[in-house]
């Protein structure tokens, strides 16, 4: 973290600020990006002074987070991670179909601390259907597993590093000091706030794109509508063409027989002379 040290003093390291502030810029430009084209952005603070603040956060914004113990092989073995959510999924389907009524007090008292346990720990990213496009990390010394699965995946993390942490396994790094609250609180606005713009970006564009699919159709449909006119209006001339051409090769058709006829009503006289 040398290159982000302002100076020491009394055995403890000052960031530099200014540095800070041009990572946050960074960072916030390129969590923008991601949630403009609709990825997900998986937040992840396990420590006591990040838990709060993170998670109403990322609530604000419609991402998911972790704020409880890390589960193991998260990001590695993903599937495994959506059986459990499944599981609180169908848990739930009991509940409303009647069927948990039907059940005996000790299977309810079970099921419902399996559903406790699991809404605790995988409550959270239960709208999380696959792998995240990003990661942001407060601590990555804590959060050391995270980080190494995201790497491992090739995920991209947004990192809250502080000067006891090792910065080369995060791709966005933001130093500043990970146990303060309200250094923490002022980060996450500002992140936050990018990644609101980028869904209302997205949401614009999708509108849009809406609606000028809609004018192409309507722009479709008028030419049809006008092409079936234009063919309504040319049968009549059609049909009055065909009629005075049908006029016209009548009388020929009529005169031709009367002078084939001539030369047959001569040729009897012929022979009695």
Known sequence: MAPYIFMERNGIHIIDLHKTVVKIDEAANALKQIAKSGKKILFVATKKQAKEVVAQKATSVNMPYVIERWPGGMLTNFATIRKAVKKMANIDKLVQDGTFAN???REILQITRQRAKLEKNLGSIADLTRLP???????????AIAVHEANRLG?????????????????FVIPAN???TKSLEVILDACCAAIAEGLEERKVEMADA????????AEKAEAEKAEAEAEAEAKPRRRASTARKAKQEAPAA???PAAEEAPAEQTPAEEAE
């Open 103 to 105: 059940l005996s007090k």
């Open 133 to 143: 496009s990003a990661l942001f990390v407060i601590d990555v010394y804590k959060e």
């Open 155 to 171: 995920i991209p993390v947004f990192g809250i590093v502080d000067t006891n942490s090792d910065p080369k396994n995060v791709d």
């Open 178 to 180: 990970d146990d303060a």
């Open 210 to 217: 809406a609606a000028a699919e809609a004018q192409a159709e």
């Open 254 to 256: 009529e005169d031709t």
